[in-house]
Structures are given as structure tokens and as C-alpha cells.
């Protein structure tokens, strides 16, 4: 075996799961790893991305969405990965995401989300409805996760770099779906990550202990009345898995385990394997662990994750219920739609006609000129490119405009990465539109859009940055509407980006950081 595994973690391996159980654990890391790609349903069917894709796809079994893939065709070099169309993500990976039970509407928040495979399933299951909070407490993660929501076309979602503490400060009992993909030693990813195997001994199961208390107890706080938690690790260690579920619910006698539904090759998990030192006096709790579930690479095509479902048994609020009870505790931001904000721009001052403040008022004035041109330039930019602007709180950020599920002053207070959908800024007096803009958009909202062949490398050469020729008769419009401008650049009718297409030819606006190299 090429693999050089920890012996005490051999030896631990060996107690827990008995002779001959252990021998076919052991044989699994003579076998190759399992690579899985994930359908993007927020841009494409299942049934519809079956028939266009390059691969040949084997079903996994507990993500209707997920397939098996061959590594060696390298999914992340095809242009369907750049338009965002499925999210390489190992198999196992894909399960407590699936077990969360997540619905359009529903408030759900990704703890410990880099880099975000889970944070675009959950998105896909939300379908644009409600609201997703993704963090990381890791500010350079935060970089890789913000990509890929932006990436995978999230509309509905805020990116955040912050402690659990203070996500519970700003909303306590907030959501109604939580996922704790937990820091943990990482035993589960041994055969996919040799490095976690080196390391084993550094990130030590004590440590993640620690780590694991503190956020299962701030998940709690976080929490609505009737809400359910995920809590995962790709480990095996019971001090990590059974021995947290166990404490939780001590500490927390609201709360039940839910008893999963055990897919193909999914295995119970383990009361007898407790080690906390009130477990013998509480074995009813102490049974509860049994309903989590336990993923094993000789048992199934992937590698290792333990998986536990807690229920909040206060009364279940609905989505509407939620809206209804936020709404009355917030005062609405302005602009909260596209209308609203057209009447806001109609009934703000005029340069020139405003009253003159004092000198120590002015930096004020120049501060509301520049969010009023930030805002025109956005309405502007919808209006001549969009078929309707999307719906949502404006937030000017940083000089930059987002469309947000939240109201700003939600997310006074927290160190926010992205408030929400990135549709542009305004530089020079003129508006640009962001690359997520784009990634966001179905083809068929925006005025104007030209296709790709991938055939004849266009796509490829787009996504190098290149120039490209099209003639006038390519780029599909809107009645009346002249070619030249901002259109929005697609492949197999998914965007891409955005390009400027002049005198039959397109300007490339592809960011030079996301080029294919």
C-alpha cells in the first residue's frame, strides 16, 4: 500500500471495527478514489444536462443530482464547468447536504461553508427562494468560496468571514436550516488527500474536539423554534462523531436525532463506541447516536463521512410564518424593488438644487452624489440590457451594487465578503456590470446575447480572453434593439460573461483572474 497511514490511527482502526471488518477497511486504500460531479439544477435539469453532457455518467445514490466521472477527463477543463453547469465534489461529500431537507424558502446557513461545494447544493435547493448565509471563519477560504457562488449563479445568497458568535449576534434563532460541516481530523479523506494523512498527528482529534463543542453550542443559539441541524465531518473518530451528538443533546434536552434513512451501503451509527463520561447514565440518549449515519469506503464508492440530523422540537415555523415575523422586526431597506428604486432616483435632490450644508456636512453630500450615480447607473444598465430587473434589496457595498436578500442593516456589525448577488459598479461615470451578473442571468433575460460553438473553440477562446469575430446576424436581440453593447456571451445557451460586441466584432469583458490557462 503507497499510503503511509498513521499507526495509531491504524491500531484505533483496528479496536473499533473488529478482524475482519477492519481487514476489508483496510483494503479499500488499494483502490482507486471515486470522482463525482454535481448538477447544477439553479441553471440546468438533470434530464437536460444528461443529454449534453461530455462524460458518461453514473448515478450516485444519494444525490439524484450527483454522478460518478471519470478523473482522468479532467471535468474542470470543459466550458459547461466555466458556465457553472455542475460542481466537481467528491461523492461522499454530497450526502448531508441531501439530508438536510432543504425547500425554496426555507433560511439556511452554511457554518463552515469554504470552499462552498455544500453552499452551491444548498442553493440548488433553494432554487432562488429565501436566503443562504455561507461562512467561513477563514478570511483567505472565504476568497475560493465567494467564487464559487458567484460561479454557480447564486442569487440568493451572502457570503460572510466571521466567528459563529457573531453571526448568533445578528441572528439569533434565525434560521431554519443549519449545516455544521465541522472541522475535524479528516480521517474520512486519507485516500483522496495524502497530506491530511501526514498531518493527522498536528490537527489532533482533541483539537477539533474543542472546536466542534464551541460551534454545535452557537448552532443552537442560531437556530428557530422546529428547525433541524446537519452536523458532518469527514472523519471517524467517535470522540468527533457519537461523543458530540451525545453532549449536544445533553446540553440540549430540546432536541432529538432525527433516525436517517439509511441509503445503499450507509451504516448506522455507534452507541457502543461512546466515550463521554456520562454516557453509561444516559442511555437513552446514549441511543439516539444510532440513528446517525456512517459512511465507510468499503462500503460504498467514496470515502469516509459520519452524518447526524438534530430537530429542534419547538413549533415549526413555515417559510411565510418567518418572512411575516422578520419583516414586522425590520424597517424595509429602500429600493427593496426595482419600482421603488425608480421612485427613489424621481424624488432625490438635484445637483445644484440642493440646499447648501455646512463645510464639515459636504463629505455627506459627495457621499449620496456617488451612491445616487452608482444607483442610476445600475437602473440605466437593467433597463437597456435586462427584459426586467431582478427583484431584491439594493446595497451599494463598497462602491460596488448588489442585490441582497437581506436589508443592509441586517448585516451592520459583520464582516461581510459578499452581501449578495454582484451585478457591477460605476467607474469613469459609466456603469460596468459584473462578471456574477452575468453568471446569474438565463440567457433568456438578457436584451442581447450571442452563442458559442465549442466545436470550433470559440468558447475555449473566449474563456482565454481573446477577441472573437461575430457577425451582426448572430447576435440574438430584443425587437427594435441595435447590436452594439454589452451581450451577454453563453455556451449551449448557459452565459458565460459578458462582451462588447462592435462592427462584427466582441470585446472580451471575461475577468482576467477567472482566464483559462
Keep these: 500500500m503507497a499510503l503511509q497511514l498513521p499507526l495509531e490511527f491504524v491500531n484505533r482502526m483496528n479496536a473499533l471495527l473488529g478482524e475482519e471488518e477492519f481487514q476489508r477497511f483496510m483494503s479499500s486504500y488499494n483502490k482507486p478514489r471515486f470522482a463525482g460531479i454535481r448538477v ?7 434530464d437536460d ?51 438536510l431537507d432543504i425547500q425554496p424558502g426555507d433560511r439556511v446557513l452554511d457554518l463552515c461553508a469554504a470552499p462552498g461545494g455544500k453552499s452551491t447544493q444548498i442553493a440548488a435547493k433553494l432554487q ?34 466571521e466567528t459563529p458568535e457573531a453571526i448568533a449576534r445578528s441572528f439569533p434563532h434565525y434560521f431554519n436550516k443549519i449545516l455544521i460541516d465541522a472541522p475535524c481530523s ?24 474543542l472546536m466542534q463543542q464551541d460551534i454545535l453550542r452557537v448552532a443552537a443559539q442560531l437556530l428557530a423554534p422546529g428547525g433541524m441541524i446537519v452536523y458532518s465531518t469527514c472523519t471517524f473518530s467517535p470522540e468527533e462523531n457519537e461523543d458530540r451528538i451525545f453532549e449536544f443533546l445533553l446540553e440540549n434536552p430540546d432536541f432529538e436525532v432525527v433516525p436517517l434513512k439509511l441509503k445503499p451501503g ?21 441511543n439516539q447516536t444510532a440513528g446517525c449515519g456512517r ?51 424621481k424624488e432625490a435632490p438635484r445637483k445644484g438644487k440642493r440646499k447648501e450644508k455646512p463645510r464639515h456636512q459636504r463629505h455627506s453630500n459627495s457621499q449620496d452624489d456617488h451612491e445616487q450615480e452608482l444607483l442610476k447607473g445600475w437602473l440605466d444598465f437593467a433597463a437597456n440590457h435586462l427584459l426586467e430587473a431582478p427583484q431584491g434589496h439594493v446595497v451599494l457595498f463598497g462602491g460596488h451594487v448588489y442585490i441582497s436578500p437581506l436589508p443592509k442593516d441586517k448585516l451592520k456589525g459583520l464582516k461581510v465578503v ?100
Excluded at 309 to 322: C, D, K, S
Design 40 to 46: 447544477n439544477t439553479l441553471k440546468i435539469s438533470v
Design 418 to 517: 459578499r452581501p449578495g448577488w454582484y451585478v457591477g459598479t460605476v467607474s469613469h461615470g459609466r456603469f460596468h456590470p459584473g462578471h456574477p451578473l452575468a453568471l446569474g442571468l438565463r440567457s433568456d433575460e438578457a436584451k442581447r446575447r450571442a452563442d458559442l460553438s465549442i466545436e470550433q473553440g470559440e468558447a475555449v477562446r473566449y474563456l482565454k480572453g481573446e477577441t472573437l469575430e461575430i457577425p451582426e446576424a448572430r447576435v440574438v436581440r430584443s425587437s427594435g434593439l441595435q447590436p452594439k453593447g454589452y451581450v451577454l456571451i453563453t455556451v449551449s445557451g448557459y452565459p458565460l460573461g459578458w462582451g462588447k460586441w462592435q462592427d462584427g466584432m466582441i470585446k472580451n469583458e471575461y475577468p482576467a483572474g477567472w482566464r483559462w490557462t
Design 128 to 161: 432562488g427562494e429565501g436566503v443562504l448565509v455561507t461562512n467561513d471563519i477563514s478570511a483567505d477560504r472565504t476568497k475560493a468560496l465567494a467564487k464559487n457562488i458567484e460561479l454557480y449563479g447564486i442569487r440568493n445568497a451572502v457570503v460572510l468571514n
Design 49 to 99: 444536462f444528461r443529454k449534453l453532457s461530455p462524460f458518461e455518467l453514473r448515478s450516485i445514490p444519494w444525490c439524484e443530482s450527483g454522478f460518478y466521472v471519470d478523473e482522468g477527463l479532467k471535468p474542470g477543463k470543459h466550458p459547461y464547468y466555466h458556465a457553472g453547469l455542475y460542481y466537481i465534489q467528491e461523492p461522499s461529500a454530497m450526502a448531508p447536504v441531501e439530508v
Design 186 to 209: 479528516g480521517e474520512g479523506m486519507f485516500r483522496k488527500d495524502e497530506d491530511m494523512a501526514r498531518q493527522w498527528e498536528r490537527h489532533s482529534v482533541q483539537k477539533c474536539v
Design 266 to 286: 450507509f451504516q448506522p451509527g455507534h452507541p457502543d463506541w461512546l466515550t463521554h463520561p456520562l454516557a453509561a447514565s444516559n442511555p437513552e440518549l446514549g
Design 295 to 345: 459512511l465507510w469506503p468499503h462500503r460504498i464508492d467514496g470515502e469516509g463521512h459520519f452524518l447526524a440530523v438534530l430537530r429542534h422540537q419547538g413549533q415549526h415555523l413555515t417559510a411565510e410564518e418567518m418572512s411575516l415575523k422578520q419583516s414586522e422586526a425590520e424597517e424595509p431597506l429602500r429600493g427593496s424593488s426595482f419600482k421603488q428604486e425608480e421612485e427613489f432616483l
